[in-house]
């Protein structure tokens, strides 16, 4: 694993250092696109600010008079839109999120909101950092991100904020930025969760047991922490759930919920005729039973309710793979229609379960703030790391760039700013979440930043010179879940996608066995395109569509100016660089 840092020399003629355990690489990168900035928007004049240093250094104060605002920063793990009543799914109907849509009533919801990098450890150094993943160094689950990078934090604290991060955390390296802490080990257990803490032994030796359901007990403590406070700066409170993240055991108040229900399927599960590419499928569809962990039988390694495959057999003994045929304990000879829908009803109902506990958590968090007559003084903010799959396209889990994963949720109530909109289709990733907490209270974003501060929509105007797309890269190769590395372009109407189908590191890598074996296969190369101004759940790949080449033609341009103006063209990668030359006309 590389863990790069990246010096801005200049805008457009950048220095970039890479540097991994082994070895430091020293090379530079030309911006050809020279009327637009590192962030992805046309100059400015004033926005053009990239001077070297820390971002400590280097954050400039525009002014002090909305410091005294709180920060509440809500975050789940794997809470798709999906799974959200405001964001109007096939699953509205069932009202799984009343806290979150009242929330939503009081504040500004974001429509299109999406990650840079669709899984957990990658997407949460997005926030942190302002930065793509190539960038703060985190490009897989394997990636760290030390204290001297937990750019939020440092700067929240620098601002005048007492800080705390409660829950999940899933970084390794010690959240030393907060001022406080209560993380979770790794990915964390769903009950009775050991907690990582400040003690007086070194990180991570400080351990506390707690007794209960982890969205219970991380409210539980992030309540405390607040009650308990003696500070009288504001605070800056990360609250970050376990749930709903698989394997989606909820706590036993919700056995019942929607047990008589017949939850909805979306159309998608079944009907797959023209979605996909050989990239996704294979050729003629020989890839149909490895590609993309699924609901149905149709993954031979990862599915839903079972493992066939011997090695998973071997891995689940070891604890590395969660079984999830053991846990949905699905009859194996039903018919393949009748698996699937059993099994799409009964992890739906987990999922759910899960989610209402999330929500009912934070009506408890929301409950206090306006309790303790703070909730004027409280910007809330409620996010999860990225989407996930509710069986759409036959897919579980995430990392895909496909809406459902890109997609994340984003509802921000800031008091006092009568002229926020309702609802914003402002195109924002998380690398611009930073940037805009800290554009929240006066700080102007540092030069270290790629993403952008969008709180003027809070203000009721448009952020100047805007971006029109946003950026998309998972880097994995076939590991975990099957899905073939790629990277693409979503704007308004469209999404190009490219599947490269290769690891960073080439013949692969990774830290168990069978890891170093998926991200060693490759897949074969293929685009995607879909119209989401008429087929908004991508359900027909247009890529060979004659009346899409102009646009085509145009994306392609777009994608590779993104990916100069990142700085994300592979200079380190040669194999992927020359497989993206070598099918880039396609
Ligand atoms: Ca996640």
Known sequence: MKALTMIFASALGISVQVADEMSVIKFNVTNSCEDCDLRGSKLSGASADFGAGSPIEGASWVGSSKISKNILFIMSDDHTTQGIGVYNSHLSALDPTPTLDKLATEGTIFRLAHSTNAICSPSRAAILTGQYSHVNGVLDLHGNLPSERQYLPQLLKKAGYETAIIGKWHLKSEPGAFDHYEVLRGQGTYFDPELRIQGDKPWPENVEQTVGHSSDIITDRALAWLKNRKSDKPFALFHHFKAPHDMFENAPRYNDYLADIDIPEP??????????????????????????????????????????????????????????????????????????????????????????????????????????????????????????????????????????????????????????????????????????VLGMIGVKTPSEMQGRDFSAVFEGKAPDNWRNSTYYRYWMNMAHHYNPAHFGIRTDKYKLIFFYGQHFVEGGSGKWPEERKQTGMRTPPAWELYDLSKDPHENINEYSNPDYVGVIKQLKVELAQLREIYQDTDEHYPHLQELVQKHWID
């Open 267 to 436: 159309n998608n599960l079944w009907n797959q005729a023209e979605w996909g590419s050989k990239g996704t499928r294979g050729v003629n569809d020989s890839l149909r039973d490895t590609i993309g962990s699924s609901v149905s039988h149709r993954n031979k390694y990862r599915n839903m309710a079972t493992d066939l495959a011997e090695l998973h057999v071997k891995l689940q003994k070891k604890g590395d793979v969660r079984n999830l045929g053991i846990d949905l304990k699905i009859d194996l000879n039903l018919s393949d229609e009748d698996f699937t829908r059993q099994t799409y009803q009964t992890f739906i109902k987990r999922y759910l379960r899960c989610v209402k506990g999330v929500d009912d958590n934070i009506k408890r968090m929301l409950d206090y703030i306006d309790d303790a007559g703070i909730a004027d003084d409280t910007i809330v903010i409620y996010t999860s790391d990225q989407g996930f799959f509710l069986g759409e396209h036959d897919l579980i889990d995430k990392r895909w760039m496909y809406e459902e994963a890109l997609n994340m949720p984003l509802i921000v109530k800031y008091p006092g700013k009568n002229q926020a909109p309702k609802q914003s289709k402002l195109i924002v990733n998380n690398t611009d979440f930073a940037p805009t």
